[in-house]
């Protein structure tokens, strides 16, 4: 069983964990790309391969002070990794931050730096060389987590 995780922000990444909590696969997504782009990375990078149990979406929207053109852009990356999710047909749930992070993380500190912390000691062989504290590695894998740890309820 494979569990994908997706943080679909602008520095965003998806992330590829087993049922026992490995680090299969993960993989910071270019923002420039657009669908066609992302669809064909999302080839390249052998997504494909994986017969994926599950997947978690951050569920996102915009935030107060948050400029009319990066919030379309915004909701169009999320629009496309849903997209990518239900062409694939792979069973997903959209989740928020707080509820992830509240279930997997090892403390109530839920800043970047504290999420990029836990998720390099939580899965060391994961490709960290150069990954900045906003790189969306450390929540797609948090989001992958999340899904492995409540598998057992259909989505």
């Excluded at 680090?23 to 992302?38: A, I, M, N, T, V």
């Excluded at 500190?109 to 939580?122: F, T, V, Y």
């Amino acid at each position: 069983m494979l569990y994908l995780g997706i943080d679909p922000g602008v520095t965003g990444a998806c992330a590829l964990i087993d049922e026992t909590g490995k680090h299969r696969f993960s993989w910071r997504w270019d923002k420039k790309l657009g669908l066609r782009g992302l669809k064909d990375q999302w080839r390249t990078e052998g997504i494909t391969q994986y017969m994926i149990t599950a997947a978690c979406l951050e569920k996102v929207h915009s935030m107060p002070g948050q400029g009319v053109s990066s919030t379309f852009k915004f909701g169009m990356n999320f629009g496309m990794w849903q997209g990518l999710l239900v062409t694939a047909d792979i069973r997903h749930e959209l989740i928020t931050p707080q509820r992830w992070m509240k279930a997997v993380l090892d403390s109530g500190d839920r800043s970047p730096e504290h999420r990029l912390a836990w998720a390099c000691r939580r899965w060391p062989e994961a490709p960290w060389k150069g990954v900045k504290v906003e790189s969306g590695i450390a929540d797609a894998l948090g989001l992958a987590e999340y899904a492995r740890q409540t598998d057992k309820e259909p989505f």
